[in-house]
């Protein structure tokens, strides 16, 4: 059965930092690209960031361009994004997501597979 | 960026109606796209992907169709678990954008 976890979701000051984690079970994690996918409360869903399955290549939304960093460790099935410079408009719960297509190569299909979400909240 | 619109926001039907979604893309997006099925504190639940195919263990009363700009979504005959929001999903290309939604309720 496919599992993911998001942690570290918490309250931050604006400007502060903040790590996510994501972890994997249940399908073999190095074969498949991830996503973050955020919805702020009461809202529609927003599409963050991907990393292909090799973590060799990254996509992200313009609005977390140079702010954010999606990694992985597939030695440990772990995601995870550093989020910096968090802004209010950041706060939202925020989704690990498996890619629906397993390739080596590209990446950027539906999402198959969601965690339950982990709490931003950037606030002072 | 493709922006994808969903509409109408809010679907109102009852238990065995039948409900029709729709999604349209500002550009072309082939048939990269998904739906995706929300119930209130719960993820999003993937329905359909490549405009057509039912993901697994999907009922048969969820279909898709269409491609390029225009898409829909049909619930066959509402079931009670059926209300919820619906999200479309294009991955043509990057980014990945969702439409905004619409509210399936009684």
């Known amino acids: 059965e496919v599992q993911l976890l998001e942690s570290g979701g918490d309250l931050v000051q604006p400007g502060g930092s903040l790590r996510l984690s994501c972890a994997a079970s249940?399908?073999?994690?190095?074969?498949?690209?991830m996503n973050w996918v955020r919805q702020a409360p009461g809202k529609g869903l927003e599409w963050v960031s991907a990393?292909?399955?090799?973590?060799?290549?990254?996509q992200y939304a313009d609005s977390v361009k140079g702010r954010f960093t999606i990694s992985r460790d597939n030695s440990k099935n772990t995601l995870y994004l550093e989020m910096n410079s968090l802004r209010p408009e950041d706060t939202a719960v925020y989704y690990c997501?498996?890619?629906?297509?397993?390739?080596?190569?590209?990446?950027?299909?539906?999402?198959?597979?969601w965690g339950q979400g982990t709490l931003v909240t950037v606030s002072s | 960026e493709i922006v994808m619109t969903q509409s109408p926001a809010t679907l109102s039907v009852s238990p065995g109606e039948r409900a029709t979604l729709s999604c349209r893309a500002s550009?072309?997006?082939?048939?990269?796209l998904a739906w995706y099925q929300q119930k209130p504190g719960q993820a999003p639940r993937l329905l359909i992907y490549?405009?057509?195919t039912r993901a697994t263990d999907i009922p048969a009363r969820f279909s898709g169709s269409g491609s390029g700009t225009e898409f829909t979504l049909t619930i066959s005959s509402l079931q009670s678990e059926d209300f919820a929001v619906y999200y479309c999903q294009k991955y043509y290309n990057w980014p990945l954008t969702f439409g905004g939604g619409t509210k399936v309720e009684i």
């Open positions: 550009q072309s997006v082939s048939s990269n």
């Open positions: 990393i292909i399955g090799s973590g060799g290549s990254t």
């Open positions: 997501a498996k890619d629906h297509k397993a390739s080596g190569y590209t990446y950027g299909y539906s999402l198959d597979y």
């Open positions: 490549d405009a057509s």
């Open positions: 249940g399908f073999t994690f190095s074969n498949y690209a």
